[in-house]
Protein backbone atom coordinates (compact mmCIF):
# COMPACT_ATOMS: atom_id res chain seq x y z
CA UNK A 1 0.00 0.00 0.00
CA UNK A 2 3.28 2.23 -0.09
CA UNK A 3 3.93 3.61 -3.69
CA UNK A 4 6.94 5.25 -4.75
CA UNK A 5 6.77 7.59 -7.75
CA UNK A 6 9.75 8.80 -8.74
CA UNK A 7 10.18 11.84 -11.43
CA UNK A 8 13.02 13.86 -12.94
CA UNK A 9 14.93 11.81 -15.29
CA UNK A 10 15.75 12.42 -19.05
CA UNK A 11 18.65 12.91 -21.64
CA UNK A 12 21.50 15.10 -20.54
CA UNK A 13 25.00 15.41 -22.12
CA UNK A 14 28.07 14.65 -20.62
CA UNK A 15 29.15 16.86 -17.60
CA UNK A 16 25.67 17.56 -17.25
CA UNK A 17 23.36 17.43 -14.32
CA UNK A 18 20.24 15.90 -13.11
CA UNK A 19 17.93 15.69 -9.86
CA UNK A 20 15.50 12.65 -9.11
CA UNK A 21 12.70 12.88 -6.76
CA UNK A 22 10.93 10.48 -5.46
CA UNK A 23 7.31 10.50 -2.94
CA UNK A 24 6.23 7.99 -1.34
CA UNK A 25 2.20 7.75 -1.03
CA UNK A 26 0.09 5.49 0.41
CA UNK A 27 -1.42 4.50 4.34
CA UNK A 28 2.40 5.05 5.72
CA UNK A 29 2.73 5.49 9.07
CA UNK A 30 6.54 5.70 9.44
CA UNK A 31 9.28 5.86 6.61
CA UNK A 32 12.98 4.52 7.75
CA UNK A 33 15.97 4.90 5.28
CA UNK A 34 15.37 5.46 1.58
CA UNK A 35 17.68 5.22 -1.43
CA UNK A 36 18.82 5.19 -5.16
CA UNK A 37 19.70 2.35 -7.40
CA UNK A 38 20.42 1.92 -10.73
CA UNK A 39 20.39 -0.67 -13.42
CA UNK A 40 22.07 -0.67 -17.15
CA UNK A 41 20.79 -2.96 -19.58
CA UNK A 42 22.54 -6.34 -19.14
CA UNK A 43 23.95 -5.23 -15.92
CA UNK A 44 22.94 -6.10 -11.96
CA UNK A 45 21.12 -3.90 -10.19
CA UNK A 46 23.74 -1.57 -7.77
CA UNK A 47 23.44 0.85 -5.24
CA UNK A 48 24.20 4.37 -5.92
CA UNK A 49 23.02 6.09 -2.10
CA UNK A 50 20.84 5.79 0.93
CA UNK A 51 20.02 8.28 3.92
CA UNK A 52 18.51 7.58 6.73
CA UNK A 53 15.20 9.06 8.30
CA UNK A 54 18.39 10.80 10.53
CA UNK A 55 19.69 12.12 7.54
CA UNK A 56 22.93 9.89 7.35
CA UNK A 57 23.75 9.53 3.99
CA UNK A 58 26.15 6.66 2.10
CA UNK A 59 27.37 6.11 -1.38
CA UNK A 60 28.42 4.17 -3.98
CA UNK A 61 32.22 5.05 -4.67
CA UNK A 62 30.91 5.68 -8.35
CA UNK A 63 28.67 8.50 -7.01
CA UNK A 64 31.10 10.25 -3.95
CA UNK A 65 31.93 13.79 -4.89
CA UNK A 66 28.80 13.82 -8.09
CA UNK A 67 25.85 13.00 -6.73
CA UNK A 68 23.93 14.12 -3.69
CA UNK A 69 21.26 12.39 -1.87
CA UNK A 70 18.64 14.13 0.73
CA UNK A 71 15.00 14.19 1.75
CA UNK A 72 12.07 16.34 2.72
CA UNK A 73 10.64 14.18 5.81
CA UNK A 74 7.48 16.43 5.70
CA UNK A 75 6.90 15.57 2.14
CA UNK A 76 7.94 11.86 2.21
CA UNK A 77 10.04 12.84 -0.61
CA UNK A 78 13.72 11.62 -1.43
CA UNK A 79 16.32 13.11 -4.26
CA UNK A 80 19.13 12.85 -6.11
CA UNK A 81 21.27 15.49 -7.64
CA UNK A 82 23.19 14.64 -9.98
CA UNK A 83 26.31 15.96 -11.65
CA UNK A 84 29.53 15.99 -13.74
CA UNK A 85 27.22 13.07 -15.32
CA UNK A 86 29.03 10.40 -17.86
CA UNK A 87 27.47 7.93 -20.36
CA UNK A 88 28.33 5.50 -17.54
CA UNK A 89 25.50 6.87 -15.55
CA UNK A 90 23.01 6.00 -17.86
CA UNK A 91 20.68 3.55 -16.45
CA UNK A 92 17.37 3.21 -14.64
CA UNK A 93 17.41 4.54 -11.56
CA UNK A 94 14.84 3.10 -8.91
CA UNK A 95 14.01 4.59 -5.55
CA UNK A 96 13.80 2.41 -2.26
CA UNK A 97 12.34 3.00 0.69
CA UNK A 98 11.96 0.93 4.01
CA UNK A 99 8.18 1.60 5.55
CA UNK A 100 5.96 0.69 7.87
CA UNK A 101 2.06 1.04 7.41
CA UNK A 102 -0.69 2.25 9.18
CA UNK A 103 -1.89 -0.79 11.68
CA UNK A 104 0.57 -2.37 10.57
CA UNK A 105 3.69 -4.21 13.17
CA UNK A 106 6.24 -4.70 10.80
CA UNK A 107 8.66 -3.05 8.29
CA UNK A 108 8.77 -3.70 4.65
CA UNK A 109 11.21 -2.67 1.92
CA UNK A 110 9.19 -1.07 -1.34
CA UNK A 111 10.61 -0.06 -4.93
CA UNK A 112 9.45 2.58 -7.20
CA UNK A 113 8.66 1.79 -11.25
CA UNK A 114 12.11 3.15 -12.49
CA UNK A 115 13.13 6.33 -14.10
CA UNK A 116 15.53 6.83 -17.49
CA UNK A 117 18.83 8.40 -17.32
CA UNK A 118 20.42 8.73 -20.53
CA UNK A 119 23.61 10.40 -20.70
CA UNK A 120 24.94 10.83 -24.20
CA UNK A 121 26.18 13.36 -26.70
Known amino acids: QVQLGESGGGLVQPGGSLRLSCAAS????????MGWYRQAPGKQRELVAT???????NYADSAKGRFTISRDNAKNTVYLQMNSLTPEDTADYYC???????????????WGQGTQVTVSS
Open 51 to 57: ITSGGIT
Open 96 to 110: NAVARLRASSAWYNY
Open 26 to 33: GSIFSIGA
